[in-house]
T-cell receptor, first 114, second 116 residues
Framework: EPEVTQTPSHQVTQMGQEVILRCVPI?????FYWYRQILGQKVEFLVS????????KSEIFDDQFSVERPDGSNFTLKIRSTKLEDSAMYFC????????????FGEGSRLTVL | AQSVTQLDSHVSVSEGTPVLLRCNYS??????LFWYVQHPNKGLQLLLK??????LVKGINGFEAEFKKSETSFHLTKPSAHMSDAAEYFC??????????????FGRGTSLIVHP
């Protein structure tokens, strides 16, 4: 069964460092998402991506964040200068059809900022 | 704007007894609704979905949910809990955002605890 894969599963970084989280969506999916879940809190929408551009983004997704699909398979989330409060589990998701909103999630990348 | 409220942060049941996880939503349009499950240190797995077909939706592992438009609810039920059902459950509403695309919005989650 096709699945969304994310790397790394866990990354520890120092405050101020750049981090790139990688995702390989399901191959025939066209819509891509990043969500985050701070420990003990709700799963929050960050950004959606379609046709090589951002389609929606939340207030959380400020100038420190960027996404791209560099090679037609990977979908990356970059945090330019990490802050302590960026520590969270980051989930990538993909969807074949935008109209239903059914997402297929990866297992997440846990980011710890020290 | 859309939102989803999960009324209970924790639900505790005994193995073999029924499960009820409550979810209410608000949406400007006709939403799609989902329940996802998250086992410890795992990703999010789709349990079931409602996308304007039958109002009673059956999912995996014996779970089902009923869409009640008049009550704006989409409660998740299971007749008999199993120890393996212990997990975090998220109700999700997906509606058209300002930019025209659909953005799934998560509830805060309900932690299901199953006692032997």
């Amino acid at each position: 069964e096709p699945e969304v894969t994310q790397t790394p599963s866990h990354q520890v970084t120092q405050m101020g460092q750049e981090v790139i989280l990688r995702c390989v969506p399901i191959s025939n999916h066209l819509y891509f998402y990043w969500y985050r879940q701070i420990l003990g809190q709700k799963v929050e929408f960050l950004v959606s991506f379609y046709n090589n551009e951002i389609s929606e983004k939340s207030e959380i997704f400020d100038d420190q964040f960027s996404v791209e699909r560099p090679d037609g398979s990977n979908f990356t989330l970059k945090i330019r200068s990490t802050k302590l409060e960026d520590s969270a589990m980051y989930f990538c998701a993909s969807s074949r059809l935008v109209s239903t909103g059914e997402l297929f999630f990866g297992e997440g990348s846990r980011l710890t900022v020290l | 704007a859309q939102s989803v409220t999960q009324l209970d942060s924790h639900v505790s049941v005994s193995e073999g007894t029924p499960v009820l996880l409550r979810c209410n939503y608000s949406s400007s349009y006709s939403p799609s609704l989902f329940w996802y499950v998250q086992h410890p240190n795992k990703g999010l797995q789709l349990l079931l979905k409602y996308t304007s077909a039958a109002t009673l939706v059956k999912g995996i592992n014996g779970f089902e949910a009923e869409f009640k438009k008049s009550e704006t609810s989409f409660h998740l039920t299971k007749p008999s809990a199993h120890m393996s059902d212990a997990a975090e459950y998220f109700c999700v509403v997906s509606d058209r955002a300002s930019g025209g695309s659909y953005i799934p919005t998560f509830g805060r989650g309900t932690s299901l605890i199953v006692h032997p």
